[in-house]
Nanobody
Framework: QLQLVESGGGLVQPGGSLRLTCAAA????????TGWFRQAPGKERKFVSA????????YYADSVKGRFTISRDNAKNTVYLQMNNLKPEDTAVYYC????????????????WGQGTQVTVSS
């Protein structure tokens, strides 16, 4: 079993930055592709970004390209999401998810999920 714990959310003004952290425990995290998804109230969970287990392949939703950066440190069993130039429409609960080996963009393909961290962008 793989356990994921997100942290780093909070309240930030438009244009500000946050760095989300996804810490993993329980299995060899370096064999797992990892994705970030977000869910706003009353809306479905959507893809934000994903990274391959090797860290050399990354994907981004069009809405966050150029503003968000995903990275991973397998030695620390951690994946990061650096979020810059945040906008009110980025407000959501952000979830970290993992699946064995192959990276995908579909939330239904991921087997392990964290509990989520709230990001609120407001002045």
């Amino acid at each position: 079993q793989l356990q994921l714990v997100e942290s780093g959310g909070g309240l930030v003004q438009p244009g500000g930055s946050l760095r989300l952290t996804c810490a993993a425990a329980g299995r060899t995290f370096s064999s797992y592709a990892t994705g970030w998804f977000r869910q706003a109230p009353g809306k479905e969970r959507k893809f934000v970004s994903a990274i391959s287990w090797t860290g050399d392949i990354t994907y981004y939703a069009d809405s966050v390209k150029g503003r968000f950066t995903i990275s991973r440190d397998n030695a620390k069993n951690t994946v990061y999401l650096q979020m810059n130039n945040l906008k009110p429409e980025d407000t959501a609960v952000y979830y970290c998810a993992a699946r064995y080996l192959a990276v995908t963009l579909m939330p239904g393909d991921y087997d392990y999920w964290g509990q989520g961290t709230q990001v609120t962008v407001s002045s």
